[in-house]
């Protein structure tokens, strides 16, 4: 091979190798991608079956947190378990944009492949959420109230959302109410403005008691 070959060849194989390094850190399906991507796994058993065993891998580091199969037993961390697998999907994008900012989050969520994140909200939609015992009544039954006053036209009556609605039956106490806090007080971890709308109104006493009542629901 003559020199100028050589170089020629030399530049391809530099380029393709940038390109692979960029496909492995950032090169990644857009957004819209990857949003197909989870309704042709959803819809196709084998796919499904398939994303489940590789969530497992993954989700044995997540499982330090959220809980073994998404059950977390940390008051701040979030349930996962049963959640919509579209929500969770949303979640990773914001958390991989800056979005929604929890430092730790943001930094996972870089290192996880596009068929990863697929994977783990496929994984999690799968799995039952455990709903806290009812202790408090009277608190409940006043979350309730303010429950089916505001929030179920998006939430549903089951508190179990839709699509890119958030469920939020069973969802852990602390968790609810400091995402409440912070949607309404504009902190900027999480901002939405259907959520700041529906907030706004409400006092810390409200949100306890909302809290209460969606950390039972089944
Ligand atoms: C060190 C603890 C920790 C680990 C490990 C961890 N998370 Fe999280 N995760 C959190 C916390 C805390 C939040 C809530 C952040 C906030 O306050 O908004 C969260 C939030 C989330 C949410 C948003 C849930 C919702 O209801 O909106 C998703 C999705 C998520 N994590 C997925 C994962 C996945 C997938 C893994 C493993 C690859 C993982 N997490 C590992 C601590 C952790
Ligand atoms: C107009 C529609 C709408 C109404 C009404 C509404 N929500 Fe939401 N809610 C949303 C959307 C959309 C999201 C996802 C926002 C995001 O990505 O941060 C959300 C997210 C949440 C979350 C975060 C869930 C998680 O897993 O992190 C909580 C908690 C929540 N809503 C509680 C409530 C409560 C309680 C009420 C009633 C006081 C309410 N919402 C009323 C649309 C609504």
Redesign the pocket.
């Known amino acids: 091979m003559n020199k100028t070959g050589c170089l020629f060849l030399l530049g391809f194989c530099l380029l393709a190798t940038s390109m692979f390094a960029a496909a492995a850190d950032k090169g990644r399906l857009s957004e819209a991608a990857l949003d197909e991507r989870l309704n042709a796994v959803r819809q196709d058993a084998k796919a499904t079956e398939a994303a489940i065993k590789t969530a497992q891998k993954?989700?044995f580091?997540?499982a330090?947190?959220?809980g073994e199969g998404g059950n977390s037993n940390l008051p701040?961390?979030?349930n996962?378990a049963g959640?919509n697998s579209s929500y969770?999907l949303e979640?990773?994008h914001k958390f991989g944009d800056g979005r929604?900012r929890?430092e730790?989050?943001q930094g996972?969520i870089k290192a996880?492949s596009d068929e990863e994140k697929v994977s783990?909200s496929v994984y999690y939609a799968s799995m039952n959420v455990k709903p806290a015992p009812v202790v408090n009544q009277a608190l409940a039954a006043r979350g309730r109230g303010l429950f089916f006053k505001i929030c179920q036209r998006c939430h549903g009556e089951a508190g179990r959302g839709s699509e890119k609605i958030?469920r939020l039956a069973g969802q852990k106490f602390e968790?609810v109410t400091?995402?409440l806090k912070r949607y309404r007080d504009g902190t900027g971890?999480?901002l939405d403005p259907f959520m700041a709308a529906n907030t706004k109104v409400l006092t810390d006493a409200d949100i306890i008691a909302l809290a209460t009542y969606i950390s039972t629901m089944e």
Request: glycine share 0%; charged share 15%.
């Open positions: 993954v989700t580091f997540c330090n947190c959220h701040e961390v979030p996962l959640q969770l979640q990773i929604r929890n730790f989050m996972l996880l783990v958030a968790y400091s995402s971890e999480r």
